[in-house]
């Protein structure tokens, strides 16, 4: 489910996207500190994005340097990292363990399986730091996966939960932003979730799985993704962002919409080769 929350590269200069891969390479430098080289496996641009919107808000310290890595051994490239990647990575431990659990839970995936018990380890280093934080996260994961299981038909249910979760993640400390960043990381949530739902649709039905749009015309999809996206930027508003306001917001008004007009793009084309 996570993936959505992107940078269009396409429309940032040379500079900043080079900026940006800094961002994601210390995170990912950190996850294989912190968790047996291996954890880098789990890294997602998501958690990226939330170093840069914690980076923003918290002034801390940066750290940055240049190396060649088992992804990129030849050239070596540039990284910055701050104690804010920390959080990052292990909630980007804590999400992906729980991730692994659920595609066991539900589809019985033994490679899921395998997954969870081999990044046991590392979720428990995770969860000691943030045990809050933690039992928040898997309790909303418990309700998510009842009201699936169950088939709730109302999209805003389990989206809330979604938005929960990441509300959680993005409520770094308890301080005068906890509130507002909690109330962002929510918005942004519910948007993934159906963002995730919309894009799933067909396969979903294909193959008989729950999906809580299949009560909807499939006209509106736009709609609701726009509205739950004003709302997130709504709140997003209320962030007293200071640096990389530029790759924030390319991300918010841009690159969550990469996927979507990707597919879109790809089914016009079917569309129009099936006319001819």
């Known amino acids: 489910m996570f993936g ?29 500190r ?29 750290k940055e340097g240049q ?9 070596s490239h540039k990284y910055w990292e701050k104690e804010i990647t920390e959080y990052a990575a292990d909630m980007n431990i804590i999400l992906a363990y729980f991730n692994f659990l659920d595609d066991w839970q539900d589809d019985k995936k033994l490679i899921a399986y395998g997954e969870a018990k081999f990044f046991e380890k ?8 943030y045990p809050e934080k933690s039992r928040f996260i898997k309790n909303q994961l418990n309700e998510l996966s009842n009201i699936e299981r169950n ?13 929960n979760i990441l509300g959680e993640v993005f409520a770094y400390k308890k301080d005068k932003n906890e509130d507002n960043l909690r109330g962002f990381g929510k918005e942004l949530g519910e948007f993934i979730y159906i963002m ?25 999809f736009k709609n609701i993704l726009n509205i739950l996206m004003y709302e997130a930027v709504e ?32 089914n016009e084309e079917k569309k129009n080769e099936r006319s001819l």
């Open 196 to 220: 995730d739902a919309v894009l799933d649709f067909k396969e979903d039905i294909k193959k008989e799985k729950y999906n809580p749009l299949v009560g909807i015309s499939s006209k509106n």
């Open 235 to 266: 709140s997003y508003k209320k962030l007293p962002i200071e640096a990389d306001k530029d790759i924030i917001e390319n991300v918010l008004f841009l690159g969550v919409w990469t996927q979507y007009e990707m597919i879109k793009k790809e």
């Open 34 to 62: 912190e968790f047996r080289g291996l954890g880098r496996l789990t890294l997602n641009y998501d958690m990226a994005f939330l170093v840069l919107v914690l980076s923003s808000i918290y002034n801390k310290e940066k």
């Open 122 to 129: 590392d979720y428990e280093k995770a969860k000691e730091k």
């Open 151 to 163: 088939g709730v038909m109302n999209p805003d249910v389990p989206s809330k939960v979604f938005g």
């Open 67 to 75: 190396e060649r890595c088992v992804a990129h051994p030849i050239k």
């Open 4 to 32: 959505y929350v992107i940078a269009n590269k396409d429309s940032l200069n040379e500079e900043r996207q080079e900026y940006y891969k800094a961002c994601y390479c210390g995170l990912c430098r950190t996850l294989g």
